[in-house]
């Protein structure tokens, strides 16, 4: 599967922003979908992921509350609704797809796209 996340600006803190991940070439319900992120001089982590049926949802505790993450089979798109945006979101973001259930770690994801840059102003 190829992926591909658009969606990314320049917010103020306290905006929202949606990003779209775009899957293609396979599947698409087989897949399970994740957002991770790399802020500046820090590690890849975890940010949201949802299972193949879309049941199931997981989230790191920084962002709960406030980004939602859900899927289309019909389009073949995963979104991630971010809303109340802060600096410390500031990163690029990352949409990851896998075969088998939902997990937070980065190396269990086989498919990724390129990063869209988030940017949270104070």
């Known amino acids: 599967v190829q992926l591909q996340a658009s969606g990314g600006g320049v917010v103020q803190a306290g905006g929202s922003l949606r990003l779209s991940c775009t899957a293609s070439g396979s599947t698409f319900t087989t897949y399970a979908f994740a957002w991770f992120r790399r802020a500046p001089g820090k590690e890849r982590e975890f940010v949201a992921a949802i299972t193949s049926n879309g049941i199931g949802t997981d989230y790191r505790d920084s962002v709960k509350g406030r980004f939602t993450i859900s899927r289309s089979n019909f389009e073949k798109k995963v979104y991630l609704q971010m809303n109340n945006l802060s600096p410390e979101d500031t990163a690029v973001y990352y949409c990851?797809?896998?075969?088998?259930?939902?997990?937070?770690?980065?190396?269990?994801?086989?498919?990724w796209g390129p990063g869209t840059q988030v940017t949270v102003s104070s």
């Open positions: 990851a797809a896998r075969t088998r259930s939902i997990v937070v770690y980065d190396d269990e994801y086989n498919w």
